[in-house]
């Protein structure tokens, strides 16, 4: 069956470290998104991507940096981690309508 | 872009239906209603989408009023497997709307036994 996988599920790394969440669907969907969950706001999104070598900003993209080489995969990197980034992640990805986006497990991360 | 106004929570006695309200006095003609929801920890799951008319699946009914400025969930039979925030987003379809799925803080519906 077709899934949408998420790694690692837990993080902990220290500030100023570069940390890469994974993404990987095999839907074969061409756009993806990357959301922050922190209590109180929802979800907020950070970056997507409509297709290979194609990523745009979200509500809430500074910090944080998304590529795009091929359909399955859309990793995020936060190049220099922040206290502030502590959050729960979450991957998803749609079909090119979009009229539903099938969601990750999420990636609970915790910079100290 | 269009933004939903939703209860913070909500109760509903099990085996009773539950409706979800959403407000969306804002929503331009070609924006569509969508539902998720979010069982604790776990990513968001769609539920239901629509435009004009009113919709229904196996998991719930969605019910959108003439002038398409407020919405109804409902859940038929609600179980304590319903226990979960529920979003209420309007965006539009397709690629160029990709970047207004604004979820907001939702409704947190708890199902009573």
């Known amino acids: 069956d077709a899934e949408i996988t998420q790694s690692p599920r837990h993080k902990i790394t220290e500030t100023g470290r570069q940390v890469t969440l994974a993404c990987h669907q095999t839907?074969?969907?061409?756009?993806m998104f990357w959301y922050r969950q922190d209590l109180g706001h929802g979800l907020r999104l950070i970056h997507y991507?409509?297709?290979?070598?194609?990523?745009n900003k979200g509500e809430v993209s500074d910090g944080y940096s998304v590529s795009r080489s091929n359909t399955e995969d859309l990793p995020l990197t936060l190049e220099s981690a922040a206290s502030s980034q502590t959050s729960v992640y979450f991957c998803?990805?749609?079909?090119?309508?979009?009229?539903?986006?099938?969601f990750g497990p999420g990636t609970r991360l915790t910079v100290l | 872009d269009a933004k939903t106004t939703q209860p913070p929570s909500m109760d509903c006695a099990e085996g009773r239906a539950a409706n979800l309200p959403c407000n969306h006095s804002?929503?331009?003609?070609?924006?569509?209603v969508y539902w998720y929801r979010q069982i604790h920890s776990q990513g968001p799951q769609y539920i239901i989408h629509?435009?004009?008319n009113n919709e229904t699946n196996e998991m719930a009914s969605l019910i959108i009023t003439e002038d398409r400025k407020s919405s109804t969930l409902i859940l038929p039979h609600a179980t304590l497997r319903d226990t979960a925030v529920y979003y209420c987003?309007?965006?539009?379809?397709?690629?160029?709307?990709?970047?207004?799925?604004?979820f907001g803080t939702g409704t947190r519906l708890t199902v009573i036994p």
């Open positions: 987003i309007v965006r539009v379809a397709g690629q160029t709307g990709a970047n207004n799925l604004f």
């Open positions: 991507s409509y297709g290979v070598h194609d990523t």
């Open positions: 839907w074969n969907h061409n756009n």
């Open positions: 998803a990805s749609s079909g090119l309508v979009g009229h539903e986006q099938f």
């Open positions: 804002t929503i331009s003609g070609n924006e569509y």
């Open positions: 629509g435009l004009k």
